[in-house]
């Protein structure tokens, strides 16, 4: 198994994106392994997801730490027992400290349902719909300390419709968050993402 990049899957809800990274890795169109997830809500959807896949699962309710360092801490605790090569935060609802980026350099990945630097934080969809946009989409990108500030690796462009709410949008963009979060990984599992600076290419 050493040639397959292990992963560490952060998430808080629905799991949506850690579905669609089993289904990858399963259909071996991505050479990973998720060694480990991580919820901090125990009601999380994703957490079935995972067990459904044989995946090993820890909740880590945020209540039970000091304040967000010790939470950090814990994490990387974890991440480190697995021997994580990346992390991969999908739908996790917490900003991580910079002690955990430390721990991980250019090695935490996030998905934002907005065209960055457009639309970052939360309600990316409802943030362009209210703008006015007429494309929206999606990006990977690396962690950095700011919100959604990281270097960017892919994104992907879909069109805001006059019909849209917030729930059609985020949707369609959620069918290519799919598509390119796997891919953003598999680049990275092949040693082709080079980070200069805020540019990422891809070679
Ligand atoms: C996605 O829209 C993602 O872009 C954002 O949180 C949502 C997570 O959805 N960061 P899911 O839990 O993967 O279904």
Same mark, same amino acid.
């Given at each position: 198994?050493?040639? $397959? ?26 050479? #990973? ?16 997801? #995972? ?8 909740? &880590?309710?945020?209540?039970? /730490?000091?304040?967000?360092?010790? $939470?950090? &801490?814990?994490?990387?605790?974890? %991440? ?8 991969? &935060? #999908?739908? $996790?609802?917490?900003? !991580? ?15 934002? *349902?907005?065209?960055? *630097?457009? $639309? ?36 992907? #462009? ?14 369609? !963009? %959620? ?12 680049? /990275? ?5 080079? !980070? ?8």
């Amino acid at each position: 198994m050493s040639d $397959f990049l292990k992963l560490g899957v952060l998430i808080s809800g629905n799991g949506s994106n850690l579905q669609s990274i089993i289904d990858h890795i399963e259909k071996g169109s991505l050479k #990973a392994i998720i060694k480990i997830v991580i919820s901090n809500n125990s009601d999380a959807y994703g957490i079935t997801r #995972a067990k459904k896949h044989g995946i090993p699962v820890v909740v &880590l309710k945020s209540g039970v /730490f000091k304040n967000k360092e010790e $939470f950090d &801490l814990e994490l990387i605790r974890i %991440l480190e027992s697995k021997d994580v090569d990346l992390v991969i &935060l #999908a739908g $996790f609802m917490r900003i !991580i400290t910079p002690t955990l980026l430390k721990a991980f350099p250019q090695k935490v990945m996030n998905i934002h *349902p907005a065209l960055l *630097p457009s $639309f970052p934080g939360i309600h990316g969809q409802k943030q362009a719909l209210d703008y006015g946009v007429k494309l929206s989409g999606c990006t990977v990108h690396f962690v950095d300390e700011g919100v959604d500030t990281g270097p960017i690796i892919l994104q992907s #462009a879909v069109q805001v419709l006059n019909e849209d709410t917030e729930e059609t949008l985020a949707a369609r !963009i %959620l069918k290519e968050e799919h598509k390119i979060y796997p891919q953003a990984i598999q680049l /990275f599992a092949e040693g082709k993402i080079e !980070i200069n600076g805020r540019k990422v290419r891809i070679n």
